[in-house]
Each structure stands twice: as structure tokens, then as C-alpha cells.
């Protein structure tokens, strides 16, 4: 339970009054109430949809135009800009990553406050101590002279953190700030959490992880479809009654029939010994992924666990065909053994992959379901060159009707999709191409707790239509879930392969942080145990 806020006594940093936001004839909020105090750590709840980020986006300026009043330390504010918002001492740090690619680390965290040495020059060397400073305690593993492009998802999260440290804001709001960043990592940016709170700033974490709201938050608001549900102490709310408000009914987030029985049969995946190359190798870590093996059965749940730069992402893009000539190891698929030099290899034998940013590698935003969905089989619905829009339309349908996919037609662009309706036409857009082995790479990420039990369903039901599935997950309570079987990988190195007897969240841990257990099957002589 997290110390109770001193700050009641105090003026509210923030004080949002029936704030009202429509985009077209779309009602998005409706007299929304919002208050925040300094040195609170205020939760923000409700699924994809309830209007939790465009309420934020009008407090830090991103929106203008809206109906309602706001009030910083009991003045009243109208942001014409976001720089206006910044000026006043508001920092946002987005779910959707609002880092500028060509540049670097450095650079990205001091745009529009860059360190000049005279009028005109950035003084580079005094801008990269600066950004080493604020990285250092969030265990920053990357170069901070490369651009932010080449770092992975979560690297990109703690830049993105970054920014808004060294802005020095009094009110700084977090939305799924820990949605690519590992168990580690998370612990780190709680505690910076909690410092800046101590120092009297006052932060609003918005979250769909029901264990960081109630380890972190002081109070929790919910919303629903655009509207104000309640605000509660988070160390007196119960886990249920936050469900019940966010959707309106009981929601149990586990599987009422429980987990599904593993087929026993010939596995359909088989790897061996698989590696794969480092594009920045060091003395200590010559390769991203070394001496892993394991097997998928059909019908099984193989779950891949680990810290961030595990490899557990760079294991499901080699099996993919993605990293052709850096990276080697036998794989077998249906005891056959194949060569997969790219992506159109994989499918062809039955492979599918699923990122973990579906917005850049899954869908094309600006396209309809329809269009989305075809992509795979393009050229099966394809006569003589032309795409058959009749057929095209009836995929989406099928696709819509099958997943329970909530969008007004086949031709909703992807882009306008909730989170969780988003991921289930990347895996339904898959599903077409009749996949025996379908590999998820954070299935979950950034979708509410109504859309998350709607995909632990399906990847229930499509083990049981007998389909072999790998699953990474850094949410360990989902990876155990839904998993038969959990490989356990350490900067590259397997370390264990536990049963489901064998689950638990302390276990999975040790076997993934550095200086933790290792089977003895595993403990090869280059590792750094």
C-alpha cells in the first residue's frame, strides 16, 4: 500500500471542471471533473475509449478547443499551445512514443530546450552529461549518441521519460508509461515516481495494470464512455470494485473454464541451438541469442519470459525469416527441417508473427479493416492482378464477426480502432493465412482489462483449434496464465524451462535477472551467470 498524500490541506495543481470534447458528432467526454494535488500520484482508469487520454492531451495544451475550465493552483488557464502547457509547468509523456527518429537520444530529450554554448551553437558534450544524468537512474542500456530509431520499444520509453525529467515539471502526466518496459525497469521508474511526488510534484499515471495502480497511486478516478464514475483512495478500493466501474458489470480477467490441456504429441515446432548475431557486440555479449532450443507441441502455450534485452523479441523474428544471414540454428517445422530466409518463407510453411508495436509493424493505420485484413492473402483474392473488393470485404466481416471485433464496418480505418480492437485485426488479418504456429509478441500491450480477457480467449480457443503458439509477455501474471510451458531467458541465454507446477512469479524472476538460478541443463561455460 502506498503512504498516504499529506496534501489534502493544499490547493489542487490541477483543477479540470466540467470539461466536455466532442470530434465531430463523436461525443468523447461529458462534464468530466478531474482534480490533482501536489505531491499525489493520481491514478486515471477506464478502458480504450473512455476518454482518459484526451482529457490529459486538453490538460497539457494538445487540445484547444473543448467546453469546461481549468485551473492551475486556483488560477484560471486556456493553453493555446502544448508549449503554452509546458510554460506552466505541465509534462506529458505519451503512450504512443512522440520521439523524433533521425535524432538521437541526447537530442530528442532537449528538443526545444536545447544547451547552447552561444546564440546559435548547441554545446553537445555539456547536452549528452546532462542526458547521461537523467538515464542514469532509469538504467539507460543504450548509445545515447544514436538515433532514438534504433532503439527497441522500451529504450524508446525510458527516452520518452526522459523528456519530461528534465522539463522539471510541477504536474507531470504518465500515460502507459511502462507498457514496453520490463519488470526491472518498471520498478526503477516507480521509485522516480515516488520521489518526484515526495519533492510536492503531482503526477497522473494512467494505467491498465491494476498492481501498479494499487503499489503506486494515492487516488484512483474512473472513467466510462466519456463521463466522470468515481473517484476512490486506491488503498481502500478493492481490485473488483475498479473493474466494476471501469465496465459496468463483474469482468473476471482470467478464464472462466480455466486453462486448456496440452495435446501430447510430436512437437510442431522444434528449435535448436538457435543464435543470432549482435550488431553491437561486447566482450560480455557476443551474440543477442545463443544455445536457445525448445519445442511446440500442437495445441501448446509455449510462454518466453525475461528481462528487457532478453531476446526474447529476436527469437520470434528469426523463426519469422527476419535476421537472414546474422543468425543461425536448426529449426524443424512438422519434423521437417527449414530454411527461413525471410518473412515470405515463414508464411508459406505456416508461420505467423504478431510485433509488438502493432501501430509501425502491424497495420497500416490510415487503410480500412478491410484492406488490413486482405494484406496476407493478397494474392489469393487477386485475379489477373485486381483484388477482388467483394471477397476483401467479406474476409473483414468474417474477421469482424469471428473476433468480436467492435468497429462500424470493413471500412473503419485501423487507425480509429480502440487498442484492443486493433490487435485482434492483426491477428485476424494472420489467421487467414491458416497458420500452424503463431507467434505473439506482447499481444496485450496498451489494451484495458475487458479487451485483455477478450484475448486471452481467443489465444485459448485458437490452442484448442490446435494451433502451436510462442508468447512473449513481460506481464508475468498473463504469461503464467495463459502458458503451458515458460522458457526462461537471460541476456540471451536460456536458463530454464519450468512446467506449469513450476510457475511463479519469484521463480521466473530469478531464472531472468542476472546473477539468478540457472537449470543445470543450461549453464553453458560462455554464459555470465
Not at 512522440?98 to 541526447?106: G, H, I, K, M, Q
Request: glycine share 8%; charged share 20%; net charge negative.
Amino acid at each position: 500500500m502506498p503512504p498516504q498524500t499529506g496534501t489534502d490541506a493544499f490547493a489542487p495543481a490541477l483543477r479540470m471542471i466540467s470539461i466536455s470534447k466532442s470530434f465531430g458528432p463523436t461525443q468523447v467526454l461529458t462534464e468530466v471533473n478531474f482534480d490533482l494535488l501536489p505531491g499525489e500520484i493520481h491514478a486515471l482508469m477506464g478502458e480504450n475509449g473512455a476518454g482518459k487520454s484526451t482529457l490529459m492531451k486538453i490538460a497539457a495544451g494538445l487540445i484547444q478547443e473543448f467546453q469546461g475550465e481549468i485551473y492551475l493552483n486556483d488560477h484560471y488557464v486556456h493553453f493555446d499551445s502544448p508549449r503554452d502547457a509546458t510554460r506552466g509547468g505541465i509534462a506529458i509523456i505519451h503512450q504512443e512514443l512522440s520521439l523524433v527518429p533521425e535524432l538521437a537520444v541526447d537530442e530528442n530529450i532537449f528538443l526545444g530546450q536545447e544547451k547552447l554554448r552561444s546564440l546559435f551553437f548547441v554545446d553537445r558534450r555539456a547536452q549528452t552529461r546532462a542526458a547521461q544524468e537523467v538515464l542514469e537512474p532509469l538504467n539507460f542500456g543504450g548509445h545515447i549518441d544514436r538515433p532514438v530509431s534504433e532503439l527497441r520499444v522500451g529504450e524508446q520509453q525510458l527516452v520518452e521519460i526522459a523528456k519530461a525529467l528534465v522539463a522539471r515539471a510541477r504536474i507531470v502526466i504518465m500515460d502507459e508509461p511502462t507498457s514496453a518496459l520490463s519488470v526491472s525497469e518498471t520498478e526503477r521508474l516507480f521509485s522516480i515516481i515516488r520521489r518526484l511526488a515526495a519533492e510536492g510534484v503531482a503526477i497522473c499515471y494512467i494505467s491498465h495494470r491494476m498492481d501498479e495502480v494499487f503499489s503506486l497511486a494515492h487516488r484512483t478516478t474512473v472513467l466510462r464512455d466519456g463521463r466522470w464514475i468515481g473517484t476512490v483512495p486506491a488503498h481502500t478500493a478493492s481490485r473488483r470494485e475498479i473493474i466494476r466501474m471501469m465496465v459496468g458489470r463483474e469482468l473476471q480477467e482470467v478464464l472462466a473454464s480455466g486453462k486448456h490441456e496440452t495435446a501430447t504429441q510430436q512437437p510442431v515446432l522444434e528449435v535448436r541451438n538457435l543464435w543470432l548475431e549482435h550488431p553491437n557486440p561486447t566482450p560480455n555479449r557476443q551474440e543477442l541469442i545463443h544455445h536457445v532450443s525448445f519445442s511446440v507441441a500442437k495445441g501448446e502455450v509455449l510462454g518466453l519470459a525475461g528481462l528487457l534485452g532478453a531476446g526474447r523479441t529476436e527469437t520470434l523474428e528469426v523463426l519469422f525469416g527476419l535476421h537472414a544471414g546474422t543468425a543461425g540454428g536448426a529449426i524443424f517445422v512438422a519434423g521437417r527441417p527449414v530454411q527461413l530466409n525471410n518473412p515470405a518463407q515463414a508464411k508459406a510453411i505456416g508461420i505467423a508473427l504478431v510485433t509488438e508495436d502493432r501501430k509501425r509493424d502491424g497495420l497500416l493505420l490510415n487503410s480500412g479493416i478491410d484492406r488490413n485484413v486482405e494484406l496476407p492473402v493478397m494474392r489469393k483474392l487477386a485475379s489477373f492482378g485486381i483484388v477482388s473488393r467483394i471477397r476483401e470485404k467479406e474476409l473483414a466481416n468474417q474477421t469482424i464477426s469471428r473476433l468480436t471485433i467492435h468497429a462500424r464496418g470493413p471500412e473503419q480505418l485501423a487507425g480509429t480502432l480502440s487498442g484492443g480492437n486493433q490487435q485482434k485485426v492483426v491477428i485476424g488479418k494472420w489467421l487467414w493465412t491458416k497458420p500452424r504456429i503463431l507467434l505473439l509478441d506482447e499481444p496485450t500491450r496498451g489494451i484495458d482489462v475487458g479487451a485483455k480477457a477478450e484475448i486471452y480467449r481467443l489465444i485459448t480457443s485458437l490452442a484448442e483449434e490446435g494451433l502451436a503458439i510462442v508468447l512473449v509477455s513481460s506481464e508475468l501474471p498473463e504469461l503464467m496464465l495463459l502458458s503451458d510451458r515458460i522458457l526462461v531467458l537471460r541476456e540471451g541465454f536460456p536458463t530454464a524451462i519450468l512446467s506449469r507446477a513450476q510457475f511463479s512469479q519469484e521463480a521466473i524472476l530469478d531464472f531472468a535477472s542476472p546473477g539468478g538460478s540457472v537449470q543445470s541443463q543450461f549453464k553453458f561455460e560462455d554464459m555470465q551467470v
